[in-house]
């Protein structure tokens, strides 16, 4: 069964870290592009990074850049999205979600297994 299952999110205050993952199981994420969505209360979903079947990092979000990390552990089947410097607008439900190719895309559409999300909220 192809599928991803997220862990890592809970209660973080501001300023502090955490660190998601990703792990796939009926398939080898090595070979596609494994992004990072995210949906927060009343809006709609948003891309926050994406790693290439290559490992090269793409920013979805521009507020992400310099504070969140994307990385494949091949052997452990498992993306991860290192978060630092996280501010309450960093506060949504996390996905991570196959893509159709070994390419990244800001695009939900071009993403065909989602996981079934990890809570992250920053709050003092």
């Known amino acids: 069964q192809v599928q991803l299952v997220e862990s890592g999110g809970g209660l973080v205050q501001p300023g502090g870290s955490l660190r998601l993952s990703c792990e796939a199981s009926g398939f080898s994420s090595r070979y596609y592009a494994i992004g990072w969505f995210r949906q927060a209360p009343g809006k709609e979903r948003e891309g926050v990074s994406c790693i290439t079947q290559s490992n090269y990092q793409t920013d979805l979000l521009y507020s992400a850049k310099g504070r969140f990390t994307i990385s494949r552990d091949g052997a452990k089947n498992t993306v991860y999205l290192q978060m630092n410097s996280l501010k309450p607008e960093d506060t949504a439900v996390y996905y991570c979600?196959?893509?159709?190719?070994?390419?990244?895309?800001?695009?939900?559409?071009?993403?065909?297994?989602w996981g079934q999300g990890t809570t992250v909220t920053v709050a003092s």
């Open positions: 979600a196959r893509g159709v190719g070994i390419e990244c895309s800001s695009d939900s559409n071009n993403y065909s297994v």
